[in-house]
C-alpha cells in the first residue's frame, strides 16, 4: 500500500464513542553518541561488477547524521561514495583511513570480514 494511501485511511465504524483514531508521525531517530556506536569496517565486492568498496555498517542515528560522517570519509578519502540502509559505502579500499578517522572521532569501530 502506498504512503499516501496510508495517510488518506479513515475508520469507517469503531464501538467506542470516545475513539480518535491518530496516525503515527514518524519519529526522528535519535543518534547516540559515537563511544556508543559499534561500527564495522568491510572490504566488499558483491554484487558491485568486481569493484571494491570500503563497507561500514552498525550505525544507528539519523539520515543526516549518518549522511555527514559518509560526507567526512568521502572527503578524507578523496573518493565517491554513498550512505543508505544505515551503510556507508566508500569507492576503493580505505579501511586503514576510515578506521583511524573513526576511531578519532571517538566511534567504536573494528574490521570486519576476511
Given amino acids: 500500500m502506498a504512503k499516501k494511501d496510508k495517510e488518506k485511511r479513515q475508520v469507517i465504524y469503531s464501538t467506542n464513542p470516545d475513539f480518535n483514531y491518530s496516525y503515527g508521525v514518524p519519529q526522528q531517530e535519535s543518534t547516540p ?4 556506536q559499534n561500527l564495522r569496517v568491510w572490504l566488499d565486492k558483491k554484487q558491485r ?7 561500514i555498517t552498525g550505525f544507528v542515528g539519523s ?5 555527514q560522517l559518509a560526507s567526512e570519509l568521502k572527503t578524507l578519502c578523496g573518493v565517491g561514495g554513498a550512505a543508505k540502509n544505515n551503510e556507508i559505502m566508500i569507492q576503493g ?3 586503514d583511513k576510515a578506521m583511524a578517522h573513526l576511531q578519532k572521532k571517538g ?8
Avoid: F, M, N, Q
Avoid at 553518541?33 to 556508543?36: F, Y
Avoid at 561488477?49 to 563497507?55: A, Q
Fill in 33 to 36: 553518541p559515537p563511544s556508543a
Fill in 49 to 55: 561488477g568486481g569493484k571494491v568498496v570500503t563497507l
Fill in 63 to 67: 539520515e543526516a547524521d549518518i549522511k
Fill in 93 to 95: 579500499d580505505h579501511r
Fill in 107 to 114: 566511534y567504536g569501530a573494528k574490521k570486519a570480514g576476511g
